[in-house]
């Protein structure tokens, strides 16, 4: 034992520098990176919690102002009754229950609703008073409607019969979708929202996470019908990779297999075939709610410096993989949140209010959507990036010149090799009782990454960094300076670009620690 302990820090002192050669090829498919492509699902017994405090408007309007367009909210289907609680099984809502909603997030911010679709009783009288409800509170921010949540999961739930399956599922949509859209109150609308389809919870490749017997997924239910490319823009499914549902998959928890980029790759490729069913329906496909972990996450696992470095990869794969946008999962009182409203007692540790490190993949992927004027960009996931310590992205776009084709505009790198650090372990708004005792042994390593591109020699660059001191850290990250008050997420800080220029041959070089990722952008 002793020997092995000691061969293997001499490795990893020994093995500070790794190398990575890297290649845009000219021929590489590209997939559309909308600005929106990040965004949140709020349950809706935690959204009066949000409200009733200015962190989640604080910290998406920092967001909102690098990024200079919106995300949208996916409010989850009214299940809920009491704003305390948060897996009761009906909500029963009032007009003013909207209240406040347009006005607190910030300008342009987009909203989907989702409609109760459980209860056919008097041809979906609750449904048809909700959509009549959010149209007149949300009007212009209302963007689309879904009907029903995880309905892949109704038999089970008792909601539906075995009849229950995509044939009855698409009869029923359409009949809801039909009444909607023929009802006076949305043929009066200046505003006329459209549909989010599908909402299905189940992983096509994982069946042993499936809940109940069906037919459920989007190559199914667009076989047996459910397409309309007028009015449905998007088919939903939702996806967490890892569960603290079941003692089973809680002893599988894991950091270490958080930050792999092999693991993201393999959890969200299992939706390709989804997604090319969606995209010959002609919508896309939406990961319309997620999270590293289903059942409110892990603490230790979801709110560490990892996490962010996990949500920054799999939302750039999924959108290289032509999944337009990933919804984040908020509960108030969730261990995965990226920000808590309001302090709150749980498993013995009296909370406070604030951000937690994962949201960092946000305020830096800010910088990698943003675009100047809302010009288009595509992304591509580099095949010479490509490993489980490892990934990158080559995102184009217009740029400064029209050009017909879009050019490479940036770069993205993330090291994703685990680094575990002996600072930043705690934050007081998550338990203490999870704050990392792993240290990492010796120095920490950095990859020096070389990337061959078509930028002239000369060109002017401009480098941002996603850093914090290891994976396992829940404080102490910033965005090449910028940090988010713990307590208030007001942004902290000067941003801090570095500066560099391409080398001869259309060469660019970069160092990056060992967990962090980087932003390369012409300047
Ligand atoms: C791109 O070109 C390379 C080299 O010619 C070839 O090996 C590769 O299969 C091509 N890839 C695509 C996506 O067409
Ligand atoms: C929620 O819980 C808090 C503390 O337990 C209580 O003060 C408050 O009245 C509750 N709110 C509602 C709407 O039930
Ligand atoms: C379904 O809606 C009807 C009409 O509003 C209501 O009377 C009934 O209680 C609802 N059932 C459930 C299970 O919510
Ligand atoms: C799609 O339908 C086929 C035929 O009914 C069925 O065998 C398959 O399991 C379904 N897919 C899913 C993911 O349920
Ligand atoms: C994600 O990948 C990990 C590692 O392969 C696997 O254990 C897990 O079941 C996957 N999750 C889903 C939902 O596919
Ligand atoms: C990355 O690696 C996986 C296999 O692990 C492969 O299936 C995938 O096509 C690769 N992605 C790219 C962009 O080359
Ligand atoms: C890093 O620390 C976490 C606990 O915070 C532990 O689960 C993980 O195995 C450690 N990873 C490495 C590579 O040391």
Known sequence: MPRLTTI???????????????????????????????????????????????????????????????????????????????????????????????????????????LNLRNESHAWVNAMQEAAAAMEALGESLALFELGNEIDHYINKGWRDDSWGTSEYTRQWKRLTGQILASEFY??????????????ADPPWVPDQHDEIDDFDIINATKAGLVD??????????????????????????????????????????????????????????????????????????????????????????????????????GHQSEYSAFTPLAYEYEGESLTAGVRANVYSHLFLAHVLATKDNKPQQISALPSANASDFSGYAIFGEGKHKHKHLGLEKLVFIDMGVWNASVGLSNP??????????????????????????????????FIRLQGPGTNAKSEVDVSGVSLDLESGEPVGKIRKEKAVVRHGGAVEVSLRQAEAILIQLA
């Open 8 to 114: 293997a820090s001499l490795l990893t002192a020994g093995q500070t520098l790794a190398f990575s050669t890297v290649t845009v090829p000219s021929n590489i498919s590209r997939a559309v990176l909308r600005p929106d492509a990040y965004g949140y699902s709020i349950e809706p017994s935690s959204l009066s919690p949000y409200l009733q405090s200015t962190i989640a408007s604080t910290v998406l309007k920092t967001i909102a102002d690098i990024i200079g367009t919106l995300f949208v909210p996916d409010l989850d289907a009214p299940s809920v009754a009491e704003p305390n609680d948060t897996t009761v099984e009906v909500l029963k809502i009032r007009d003013d229950w909207f209240r406040g909603w347009t006005e607190y997030f910030p300008p342009g911010t987009d909203f989907i609703y989702t």
């Open 229 to 330: 490319p007028e009015i449905i823009k998007g088919y939903a499914v939702h996806l967490y990779p890892q569960s603290t549902c079941d003692e089973v998959r809680r002893a599988r928890l894991s950091l270490d297999l958080l930050s792999n980029h092999q693991v993201v790759w393999t959890n969200v490729s299992q939706f390709i075939p989804q997604q090319e069913a969606a995209e010959k329906a002609r919508a896309p496909l939406i990961l319309g709610e997620t999270n590293s972990a289903s059942c409110s996450g892990q603490s230790g696992i979801s709110d560490t410096f990892g996490a962010a470095l996990w949500t920054t990869d799999y939302v750039l794969t999924a959108a290289s993989m032509g999944i337009e946008q990933v919804y984040f999962h908020l």
């Open 429 to 462: 708004s998550t338990l203490s009782a999870t704050d990392s005792t792993s240290v990492s042994p010796g120095h920490r390593p950095t990859r020096d990454v070389r990337v061959q591109t078509s930028w002239p020699s000369g060109t002017k660059l401009q």
């Open 187 to 200: 043929k009066q609308a200046s505003h006329q929202p459209l549909f989010q389809a599908a909402v299905f």
